[in-house]
């Protein structure tokens, strides 16, 4: 029974990626980009690990963690050769520790205490982790990330810090009911990356910006993102604990 699911989830698997690379394909054209500039990621969250690795398989080469738990029950499953992890979840200081050497970015860094945390952590190890910093580009009281407003001056206090390198930004702006609605989150997302890059802030390397899931993807394409992470639209919706 189990080796059966197992094969029917594959098999849709394989379905929506396909979809959904064709629709990435034509909007990066549409968007004037090459689809080398952008990077698809599987989001895992109560994702079977056998599940995870037919999507590596078939050529995902980035997963999103969002729990630390989580991850550390699914990493030894994992077919990991050729594959990045990102952390993107809410992370806790306290778990930074047990992370830091399964993750090589971690996305959701929205404060100066997280990462403080890290950056001690990371030399500790004597490396160095790269991190986006998350905007709250909604101004939302529910969701975490550092008000847009105040983005540029944690960049400028996380750039004296040896043992992180940030790498752009990443966001998750407000459900919204009309596409107009979320482009104008995702443009003006898009305003404050090219905003900051153009500063050319010491330490600060704005390379990636992480925005667009399942149901908003081709709008965060159209309006620059590079980075995708998508759940929803490459597994289907989530209806059980994950089994490992």
Known sequence: MKENRFDEEKRALRERLKSVMDQVHNQMVKSNRSIDDLRVMAVTKTIDPEIINEAIHQGIALLGENRAQELLEKYEIYDK?????????????????????????????????????????????????????????????????????????????????????????????????????VLRYFEDMYRLFVDIRAKNMDNIDMSYLSMGMSGDYLEAIQCGANIIRLGTALFGRRSRPVNV
Request: hydrophobic residues 40%; glycine residues 6%.
């Open 81 to 181: 050769q050729g594959v990045d992890i990102h952390f993107i979840g809410h992370l806790q200081t306290n778990k930074v520790r047990q992370i830091a050497d399964k993750v090589c970015m971690i996305e959701s860094v929205d404060s100066l205490k997280l990462a403080s945390e890290i950056d001690k952590e990371m030399a500790k190890r004597d490396s160095v982790m790269e991190i986006l910093v998350e905007v709250n580009i909604g101004g939302e009281q529910s969701k975490s990330g550092i008000a847009k407003e105040m983005t540029e001056q944690l960049l400028e206090q996380i750039s004296s810090m040896r043992h992180l390198r940030v790498r752009g930004l990443m966001t998750i702006p407000p459900v919204c009911e009309k596409k107009e609605q």
